[in-house]
């Protein structure tokens, strides 16, 4: 685990705005830039610029470039899993992590295109983990099924919400002209050489569609399938029945 800024050195200072610098605060305004001007807008000396410091005083807080991308990666987390506490059925705790990631992603979509494969070794992501595979070891798993299985589980969530995430940071027109695109050009295929795509035409409208929830649906009940039955208790050996 890399080192972490001492915390002497991480304390509020006031820029030369008079802004009060803190983690937090850097990390909210880069979330901001990268909102506004893409991943490329991440630059010490553009936040810098945005919060009235010397781009140096930002060294105080994270060790460079990277090890804010992990602070943003973790505070994308943090912000999707706020509130969540899974409740005894642990389909609906999986489900709900999901629906939390992909909305989480889908806030910060152009954060999401780096945020979705990093591990931030931090608490909110510590924390997501501990949840996650918490319910599958509720459902009976054993602890190498249970943490191979939340690998798969998590995988299968964040690339399907990272993949909805950067078809949300196109470009409005760009958008259209590929939902457009199965409406107009998959209409008009030749039915001799795509005889399958011709006989469901009047479906390929939901090609434009999202396919997260869909997908996450069929993981957990693939997952609720390998669940473990529940065993009767042994006999006591010592009972006089």
Known sequence: MPTRVPQERRRR??????????????????????????PEALSVRRLGTALGCDPSALYRYFHGTDDLVLAI???????????????????????????????????????????SYR???????????????????????????ATRLYLTFIDTVLSHAAMD????????????????????????????????????????HTMGNSSFEEAVELLLEALAGRAPARRAPEPDPHSSN
């Open 13 to 38: 200072r006031p820029t030369r705005a008079g802004v009060l610098l803190s983690e937090d605060l850097i990390v909210e305004t880069a979330l901001r830039l990268i909102g506004e001007h893409g």
């Open 73 to 115: 990666a973790d505070r994308i987390i943090g912000d999707a899993m706020a509130g969540f506490v899974p409740g005894d059925d642990w389909v609906a705790g999986l489900r709900e992590m999901a629906l939390r990631v992909r909305a989480g992603y889908l806030a910060h979509p152009r954060a999401a295109a780096f945020a």
């Open 119 to 145: 591990v931030t070794r931090r608490e909110n992501e510590i924390r997501a983990v501990e949840t996650g595979i918490a319910l599958l070891l509720s459902a009976g798993f054993a602890p190498a099924d």
């Open 165 to 204: 995430a950067a078809f949300q940071a196109l470009p409005r027109q760009q958008r259209d002209a590929d939902h457009q695109a199965w409406q107009d050009v998959y209409q008009r295929l030749d039915p001799a050489s795509y005889p399958a795509l011709t006989g469901v035409r009047q479906e390929l």
